[in-house]
């Protein structure tokens, strides 16, 4: 017993002794990865500090000034630093939320030689799910050498206008920043901008709202940076040009193309900044160097006894405003009045493009991504079953499996095999069915897509939309040719009244977009069976082969002529010529054909109304009904739907040009590389040609609505040029002080594109119209036949500055929601 006993103790003591050297041994481990990990969670939120791991470190700065926005593109700059006696092989992966709070990554190539630095430029489209970005960098073994942390640096309470400034002196324009604009809806951000890291690309300009340049050299920046800004402009931007002292600096580059005439030489003035009815208006009064601008087909926002301080017109889908005076010279005026600045941006902007800030940022993020599901959700027709051979099987099948196969062997007197013949009955008919709808099975990953090709003499900018599916509920990656921005295209989750889930840098990413030497990977992970996922690809390259449609267009008192030829080496169907507000359809063009377009009627078209438009190139409105089975009737819905997408996404507002589109079926999927997916969508072919409005006499014919027309009375949408209901609505059109007008027409839409099931609640604006009296303050009737005025019948009518005051008196007895389309005044006149 003694003897058990003793060797219990010395059982029990050396078992105390490995327990204390495991606890010993273990205490040192825990607090070495409790400091591990408090490292790695100080390195998390170190946002200002370059993380540094051994030889190679990297930093990263992004937008301007370390500010970027949600939903826009924003340059990435990362910068590796390789200490180590070897070249680093790596990658550098991005990655953001989106609105529907997923996450997606972007991934790009990292090489550094041995002892040296590199600095290198990603554009990132930021998502709009959350306000922080994460960059981290990876070793050729995929191991992660840090991460860095990205805060947008952005207001959550109000959403803020990004104003980016090219000034020499920017601490002059501080009088922009923190001004509450549109009854403080939105908040301006001023964003100083310099020279040496001013973007060469309209993705780098794109987390901009407004771009201000004055006191400032223009021709100091490349051709390639101020081509950026004019595209930058033509796809949405705002551009400000400031003038007075150095006009020739900030306006010369861009004079040929916005000026009807010479600017004036540079003069000290005394001008007032408030308009005589506000108050405090000799506080107003300013002595500053001034500039008078004729500027083509302006609008004046700000006027001193008719001197214009401040104009701007419209530039495809933006705007270029030019102001008399050098912002910089009324810095002090500013900031004492940050009213000034209120409506300054308010009466340029205006309502529509105000209120799509606002909405963006409140969540109404969805827009893009139902106008692109429509364009691209539909799909190859021959993989549709037929349903008529479909219902006469089963129709067959019943009848034998029934009455038939009984009649058959009662015939026969062996009705004790009928249970053995229907079963073989339903599996011949099972085993039929099944290959009858092989064609219609999907096996493998496959997409729809639209894609616009932009053509122009020097570049081809391909845009194609497109949805990727799998039929299998597993990960899967498509690849494409390198070169392509991918920008996923999502729908806000605050629709669903989702909570905003927490984004870390371990967050599981939906969509890895890897941006490869030879390819374009594109991962999903976690993918449902037949989840849409889509996004837009874009790439931009030289026009080496002079393709395009090119051609010369006059366009004059309602007539246009001209040519225009394709140069593809394809025909090209379903072509058209759109100007502002009128269509020409011309059909089909073989490679190389010239046609005259005074062989072609000219169509009013509705403006704004794009479905309209596109119906009645396509061929879509000689469909009574929807015909899923006609393979012609889903190419024209396929086809009006893309149009339509373009013009309400390019072509918005007035413009000078003409645009030729064109539609081929068999080009395309010029983004897919040496793998093969089974795809399915269209193409169309756009080139723009410069409109001459002017005739042999000198005379020039012009939209009497080119500038904005100012509602008087009652609603009216600029962009439609409609109003609503009966209420009578009364307009002021400016027609332009450099024209002496001679005659005024009013075109109403044609008649063949009316009366169509297309057009839902919209009519045809019916009624009188009154033009006020000069002369006698009063509104007269006009005769409800009479669409032409001349010049001499206009004289009571036309003001000095050539404003006409129309009142529109509706006779319709029409619901208070129908839109009624009101005429388009057209102008001829001589240029003063």
């Not at 500038?707 to 400016?734: F, I, W």
């Amino acid at each position: 017993m003694k003897m058990m006993m003793s060797r219990f103790r010395n059982n029990l003591k050396k078992a105390g002794f490995i327990l204390a050297a495991v606890i010993f041994a273990a205490v040192p481990a825990t607090a070495l990865a409790d400091q591990e990990k408090t490292s790695e969670s100080v390195y998390m939120i170190a946002e200002e500090a370059s993380p540094i791991y051994g030889p190679v470190s990297f930093d990263v700065t992004y937008g301007v000034n370390d500010t970027g926005k949600g939903g826009r593109y924003v340059p990435v700059n990362v910068i590796i630093d390789n200490t180590q006696e070897q070249p680093f092989q790596g990658t550098v992966t991005v990655t953001t939320m989106e609105a529907d709070y997923q996450v997606y990554s972007y991934e790009y190539p990292a090489a550094v030689n041995a002892k040296e630095k590199l600095s290198t430029q990603y554009m990132i489209p930021f998502g709009n799910g959350s306000d922080q970005v994460f960059v981290s960098l990876y070793d050729g073994q995929n191991k992660q050498i840090g991460t860095k942390r990205l805060k947008m640096n952005v207001s959550k309470e109000v959403p803020e206008l990004f104003i980016g400034a090219l000034c020499d002196t920017p601490e002059a324009l501080q009088y922009l920043d923190g001004v509450g604009v549109n009854y403080s809806a939105l908040k301006t951000k001023l964003l100083p901008m310099e020279t040496e890291s001013f973007p060469n690309t309209t993705k780098g300009l794109d987390m901009l709202d407004v771009l201000i340049v004055t006191n400032y050299r223009l021709r100091d920046l490349t051709e390639q940076q101020t081509k950026a800004i004019m595209d930058w402009v033509r796809d949405g931007g705002v551009l400000i040009m400031g003038t007075g002292e150095r006009v020739e600096d900030t306006l010369g580059r861009f004079a040929p193309e916005l000026l009807d005439d010479n600017y004036g030489a540079p003069q000290m003035m005394e001008v007032q900044m408030k308009e005589d009815s506000e108050e405090n208006v000799a506080d107003s009064i300013l002595n500053i160097t001034c500039v008078e601008i004729p500027m083509h087909g302006s609008s004046i926002l700000m006027a001193d006894e008719g001197f214009p301080l401040f104009q701007s017109a419209p530039k495809e889908k933006g705007i270029i405003a030019v102001a008399a005076f050098d912002f910089t010279d009324i810095s002090s005026y500013g900031e004492e009045e940050p009213s000034f600045v209120d409506s300054l941006f308010t009466n340029l902007l205006g309502e529509d493009r105000l209120l799509q800030l606002t909405d963006y940022f409140y969540g109404g993020s969805s827009q893009e991504f139902w106008s692109v599901q429509e364009v691209i959700n539909s799909g190859n027709v021959s993989r549709l079953p037929k349903v008529s051979v479909y219902l006469m099987i089963i129709i067959l099948y019943i009848f034998l499996a029934g009455p038939g196969l009984y009649w058959f062997l009662r015939k026969r007197e062996k009705r004790q095999y009928y249970w053995g013949g229907v079963i073989l009955l339903v599996l011949n008919f099972t085993a039929l069915i099944y290959v009858m709808g092989i064609g219609t099975r999907f096996r493998r990953t496959f997409l729809t897509y639209a894609t616009i090709m932009d053509v122009s003499e020097d570049t081809i900018v391909d845009n194609s939309y497109m949805n990727v599916r799998n039929p299998y509920s597993r990960p899967y990656e498509v690849e494409f040719v390198p070169d392509y921005s991918v920008r996923p295209i999502t729908r806000s989750a605050r629709y669903d009244y989702m909570s905003i889930p927490q984004f870390t840098e371990h967050a599981t990413e939906k969509m890895r977009i890897q941006n490869q030497p030879d390819k374009l990977k594109i991962s999903f992970q976690d993918a449902v069976a037949f989840e849409p996922h889509y996004f837009q690809l874009r790439k931009s390259y030289e026009n080496t082969e002079s393709a395009g449609i090119t051609g010369e267009i006059q366009y004059f008192d309602g007539k246009v002529t001209g040519t225009i030829t394709n140069q593809f080496n394809f025909r090209l169907e379903d072509v058209a010529v759109l100007l502002f507000g009128h269509l020409i359809v011309v059909g089909e063009l073989d490679a190389g054909e010239s046609i005259q377009l005074s062989d072609y009627p000219v169509y009013n078209t509705p403006l704004g109304n794009s479905h309209i438009t596109a119906a009645a190139d396509t061929g879509l409105t000689e469909y009574e009904k929807a015909d899923i089975q006609n393979k012609d009737y889903l190419k024209s819905v396929e086809r009006t739907n893309l149009l339509a997408f373009y013009m309400d996404n390019s072509l918005e507002g007035y413009r000078r040009e003409a645009r030729v589109i064109g539609f081929n079926q068999d080009t395309g999927r010029q983004f897919i590389g040496e793998k093969e997916y089974e795809a399915y969508g269209l193409t169309m072919f756009t080139s723009a040609i410069e409109v001459y409005n002017d005739n042999m006499d000198g005379d020039v014919y012009r939209s009497g609505i080119m500038k904005k027309p100012v509602a008087l009375k009652g609603s009216y949408d600029s962009t439609r040029n409609s109003t609503y209901g009966t209420d009578s609505v009364t307009l002021e059109y400016s027609l332009g002080n450099d024209l002496e007008v001679e005659e005024i027409t009013f075109q109403q839409v044609s008649p063949e594109l009316w009366g169509s099931e297309l057009l839902g609640a919209v009519r045809l604006f019916q009624g009188a119209m009154y033009f006020y009296n000069y002369n006698t303050g009063s509104y007269d009737k006009m005769d409800q036949d009479k669409v032409s005025f001349t010049v001499d019948e206009l004289k009571p009518y036309l003001s000095p500055g050539n404003t006409l005051n129309v009142k529109y008196i509706c006779a319709q007895a029409i619901e208070s929601n129908w839109e009624l389309v009101l005429p388009m005044p057209m102008v001829t006149g001589r240029e003063k």
